[in-house]
Antibody, heavy 131, light 111 residues
Framework: QVLLQESGPVLVKPSQTLSLTCSVS????????????WIWVRQPAGKGLECIGR???????NDNPSLRGRATISMGRSKNQVSLELHSMTAADTAIYYC?????????????????????WGQGTTVIVSS | VMTQSPLSLPVTLGEPASISCRSS???????????MDWYLRKPGQSPQLLIY???FRASGVPDRFSGSGSDTEFTLRIDRVEAEDVGVYYC??????????FGQGTRLEIK
């Protein structure tokens, strides 16, 4: 059973960049990414779940127009990590951040009929934006 | 846009419950599958997958949960609500080529 673990700072100052890492147990993200792709989701306090974006071997997709291009998702420094950077942080970015594995083969310009949902989630990490 | 209703759902233990989700675009792909999932976030836990592609129950999900619908209208049904079903239910559109978007969430509580 693959496990995901988010890590990063709990406290970030306004205008700074948040850097979070999702560590994937027992598998290389690059090799697994031919069969899966990865998603970052957050839940601001008192609000619902929001998709931030996805990462596959074909690159990243930004899912939240309200972030206005502030998010960057990429392969992490280690071969079993996926990273999220969120620039120009404000208090509105205070949230629990989750990474997830999308059980689907990445495709270009098509849809994977074997898609099976976001079937593995990390436990989440709380990020507070405050000076 | 994904619109869920109701936003709050008080249910008596053992009774059925239904949550609706309406999409502003068709989620029916030309391959015949609807790209819409259902997730549950229990208090203090990470989200968990219940239903994928509209009607497919995820591994380990009790069979009292079922998904139905197609195109723009979807329903999650719980046949007999148990105490462990309390939490917030979300639909999410996962149509390739479009941003993944959650509905607003439906909070299920026990009366």
């Amino acid at each position: 059973q693959v496990l995901l673990q988010e890590s990063g700072p709990v406290l970030v100052k306004p205008s700074q960049t948040l850097s979070l890492t999702c560590s994937v147990s027992d598998v290389s993200v690059s090799s697994a990414s031919v069969s899966f792709y990865w998603i970052w989701v957050r839940q601001p306090a008192g609000k619902g779940l929001e998709c931030i974006g996805r990462y596959s071997i074909y690159g990243e997709s930004n899912d939240n127009p309200s972030l206005r291009g502030r998010a960057t998702i990429s392969m992490g420094r280690s071969k079993n990590q996926v990273s999220l950077e969120l620039h120009s942080m404000t208090a509105a970015d205070t949230a629990i951040y989750y990474c997830g594995r999308i059980n689907s083969r990445p495709t270009v310009g098509g849809a994977d009929p074997s898609y099976r949902g976001v079937d593995v989630w990390g436990q989440g990490t709380t990020v507070i934006v405050s000076s | 846009v994904m619109t869920q209703s109701p936003l709050s759902l008080p249910v008596t233990l053992g009774e059925p419950a239904s949550i609706s989700c309406r999409s502003s675009l068709s989620l029916l792909h030309r391959n015949g599958f609807d790209y819409m999932d259902w997730y549950l976030r229990k208090p203090g836990q990470s989200p968990q997958l219940l239903i994928y592609k509209g009607t497919f129950r995820a591994s380990g999900v009790p069979d009292r949960f079922s998904g139905s619908g197609s195109d723009t209208e979807f329903t999650l049904r719980i046949d007999r609500v148990e105490a462990e079903d309390v939490g917030v239910y979300y639909c999410m559109q996962v149509l390739p080529g479009f941003p993944f978007i959650f509905g607003q969430g439906t909070r299920l509580e026990i009366k």
